[in-house]
């Protein structure tokens, strides 16, 4: 059984990380394993900067958003000069395995650092939903719920004005934060990476016709991918005669307490990697399907392709119209 295993958080914060720290922790140190913390992702471990974790370093910690261990990208790890001081590191530090919580960056840094002898387990930590092996990462519950909160509070202003709010959200490349808070906000439109769209088509006709049914006030939810909202916004006010205006969402969408399915969630991945690690496997990644905790080879699971669920899109756009 591995005696001494390293824990650290990569790439973006997403709320949860702290949960799915704790559980590692604690499931270590309940098998009498020593656990280091690592702070500041690859960064941290090229540095040696770490400490050792124990029951106590986790308490109070499941409520908060962020990372108590900090994060950060590192483009030196990606050299060959930064990967050989990462397990230098690790050598001299007797650490036998790693969690890596992060994205499919830290993913990659993960498979690359089991290939060369230092076994791994990854865990999807990331709002964006975007890992093709994983129903729902730790943190992406949380960021809708926080996108639904701010644009319920923006449809407000939007409704005693009426006035279109173009909501931009956060996603990267995917576009499951902007489809299913659009749902959750009840969104004239949703345009989102993985649906070709037409804006005459798809936001300004849509609001005409529902103009002709008596609404007064829109909400258009974007996904980052796509942008632009500033100008969607002057375009719309130009074409409809609805007054429009741009929202920006941000890091607002990051931060905050995880929710109760995020804090469970990133608590069983936590401690199912540390029960890999404990029979001595690495190169994988944790993930939950139909509720259940999984894991896969690395390579295998950076190989599995995102999808939009289709129907759900068509079906969104069909009852907020």
Same mark, same amino acid.
């Given at each position: 059984?591995?005696? %001494?295993?390293?824990?650290?958080?990569?790439?973006?914060?997403?709320?949860?990380?702290?949960?799915?720290?704790?559980?590692?922790?604690?499931?270590?140190?309940?098998?009498?394993?020593?656990?280091?913390?690592?702070?500041?992702?690859?960064?941290?471990?090229?540095?040696?900067?770490?400490?050792?974790?124990?029951?106590?370093? /986790?308490?109070?910690?499941?409520?908060?958003?962020? %990372?108590?261990?900090?994060?950060?990208?590192?483009?030196?790890?990606?050299?060959?000069?930064?990967?050989?001081?990462?397990?230098?590191?690790?050598?001299?530090?007797?650490?036998?395995?790693?969690?890596?919580?992060?994205?499919?960056? $830290?993913?990659?840094?993960?498979?690359?650092?089991?290939?060369?002898?230092?076994?791994?387990?990854?865990?999807?930590?990331?709002?964006?939903?975007?890992?093709?092996?994983?129903?729902?990462?730790?943190?992406?519950? %949380? @960021?809708?719920?926080?996108?639904?909160?701010?644009?319920?509070?923006?449809?407000?202003?939007?409704?005693?004005?009426?006035?279109?709010?173009?909501?931009?959200?956060?996603?990267?490349?995917?576009?499951?934060?902007?489809?299913?808070?659009?749902?959750?906000?009840?969104?004239?439109?949703?345009?989102?990476?993985?649906?070709?769209?037409?804006?005459?088509?798809? /936001?300004?006709?849509?609001?005409?016709? %529902?103009?002709?049914?008596?609404?007064?006030?829109?909400?258009?939810?974007?996904?980052?991918?796509?942008?632009?909202?500033?100008?969607?916004?002057?375009?719309?006010?130009?074409?409809?005669?609805?007054?429009?205006?741009?929202? /920006?969402?941000?890091?607002?969408?990051?931060?905050?307490?995880?929710?109760?399915?995020?804090?469970?969630? @990133?608590?069983?991945?936590?401690?199912?990697?540390?029960?890999?690690?404990?029979?001595?496997?690495?190169?994988?990644?944790?993930?939950?399907?139909?509720?259940?905790?999984?894991?896969?080879?690395?390579?295998?699971?950076?190989?599995?392709?995102?999808?939009?669920?289709?129907?759900?899109?068509?079906?969104?756009?069909?009852? $907020?119209?």
């Amino acid at each position: 059984m591995m005696k %001494t295993i390293g824990v650290l958080t990569s790439g973006g914060d997403a709320p949860g990380m702290n949960a799915a720290i704790r559980a590692v922790v604690r499931a270590g140190c309940e098998l009498g394993m020593k656990v280091y913390g690592i702070r500041r992702g690859y960064n941290g471990l090229m540095e040696n900067d770490m400490y050792e974790m124990n029951l106590r370093s /986790v308490s109070d910690i499941i409520n908060r958003g962020g %990372t108590i261990l900090y994060s950060a990208r590192s483009d030196r790890f990606k050299t060959d000069e930064g990967m050989q001081a990462a397990i230098r590191v690790c050598r001299e530090r007797g650490i036998d395995g790693l969690v890596v919580i992060g994205g499919d960056g $830290s993913f990659r840094g993960a498979r690359d650092l089991s290939l060369k002898g230092i076994p791994c387990v990854a865990l999807p930590g990331t709002i964006d939903n975007d890992i093709g092996c994983c129903d729902a990462t730790i943190g992406y519950d %949380t @960021a809708m719920e926080t996108i639904m909160e701010m644009v319920d509070r923006i449809r407000d202003t939007t409704e005693s004005h009426d006035r279109c709010a173009v909501v931009e959200v956060m996603g990267r490349g995917a576009g499951y934060l902007a489809l299913n808070a659009g749902i959750a906000c009840g969104a004239t439109s949703i345009l989102i990476p993985e649906v070709p769209y037409d804006f005459e088509r798809d /936001v300004i006709q849509r609001m005409m016709r %529902t103009q002709r049914s008596g609404k007064v006030h829109f909400v258009i939810m974007v996904s980052e991918a796509i942008g632009g909202v500033a100008e969607m916004a002057k375009r719309i006010q130009k074409e409809t005669g609805v007054e429009s205006r741009a929202t /920006v969402l941000g890091h607002v969408q990051r931060g905050g307490s995880p929710t109760a399915r995020d804090r469970i969630l @990133a608590s069983r991945m936590g401690y199912h990697a540390v029960q890999l690690l404990k029979d001595g496997i690495g190169n994988r990644v944790v993930a939950i399907k139909k509720e259940e905790i999984v894991d896969y080879d690395i390579v295998e699971a950076l190989a599995m392709e995102n999808s939009i669920d289709l129907d759900m899109y068509k079906m969104a756009m069909e009852i $907020s119209i």
